[in-house]
């Protein structure tokens, strides 16, 4: 079966840090764009950050630069989302997505494979 599963969600203080992955099954990754989406209660689901199938381009919302990375590690086929200075603002459910195509984008158009989520939530 194919999928994607995101894990490493959770509870963080504002300031905390989390490493969300997003491992595939049935296919390997290295042959697909990634990209992280996340939605918060009551908004429309929104791009965070992609990266190429090559690992050489990646792409930010203004709203994560500096703070959120991601990373591919095709051995494991799992690409990371690592979550710094996180702000009660980024709490959402927080899904990946695989892309066929080389290059990626933060629109959803394209993606073709989406895991089921992974909740994180920032609070004090």
């Not at 697909?32 to 919302?61: D, H, M, N």
């Not at 979550?83 to 892309?99: G, H, I």
């Amino acid at each position: 079966q194919l999928q994607l599963v995101e894990s490493g969600g959770g509870l963080v203080q504002p300031g905390g840090s989390l490493r969300l992955s997003c491992a595939a099954t049935g296919f390997t990754l290295d042959s697909y764009a990634i990209g992280w989406f996340r939605q918060a209660p009551g908004k429309e689901r929104e791009g965070v950050l992609c990266i190429s199938s090559s690992g050489g381009s990646t792409i930010y919302a203004d709203s994560v630069k500096g703070r959120f990375t991601i990373s591919r590690d095709n051995a494991k086929n799992t690409v990371y989302l690592q979550m710094n200075s996180l702000k009660p603002e980024d709490t959402a459910d927080y899904y990946c997505a695989a892309d066929p195509s080389v290059g990626c984008s933060l629109g959803p158009i394209g993606y073709y494979y989406w895991g089921q989520g992974t909740q994180v939530t920032v609070s004090s």
